[in-house]
Nanobody, 116 residues
Framework: QVQLVESGGGLVQAGGSLRLSCAASRIIFGISAMGWYRQVQGKQRELVASIPSGGITNYADSVKGRFTISSDNAKNTMYLQMNSLNPEDTAVYYC??????????WGQGTQVTVSS
């Protein structure tokens, strides 16, 4: 069973930066996409950024130019660099990996709180 372990969340002032990490417990074969989602209590989980296999990175309009998704395959880890944070970015952030067979793995979530 694959586990995705997230880290890097926390409390930051508006305008600050955080980098989230998501480490897989083992190599995952046949990845079709990797992504970061976020969820505010009482609202639907939304896609923040994604990297399809062999494709172009994709960002939600609300984070374009501020967030960057990346991965280090040698470390089985992906990242979300978040700059110029604002209070509207406050949420629980989840990483997810989808395989070509349709299996989706989720991290446990990490809280990001941006104070004004």
């Amino acid at each position: 069973q694959v586990q995705l372990v997230e880290s890097g969340g926390g409390l930051v002032q508006a305008g600050g930066s955080l980098r989230l990490s998501c480490a897989a417990s083992r190599i995952i074969f046949g990845i079709s996409a990797m992504g970061w989602y976020r969820q505010v209590q009482g609202k639907q989980r939304e896609l923040v950024a994604s990297i399809p296999s062999g494709g172009i990175t994709n960002y939600a309009d609300s984070v374009k130019g501020r967030f960057t998704i990346s991965s280090d395959n040698a470390k089985n880890t992906m990242y979300l660099q978040m700059n110029s944070l604002n209070p509207e970015d406050t949420a629980v952030y989840y990483c997810a990996i989808t395989t070509a067979l349709g299996t989706m793995y989720w991290g446990q979530g990490t809280q990001v709180t941006v104070s004004s």
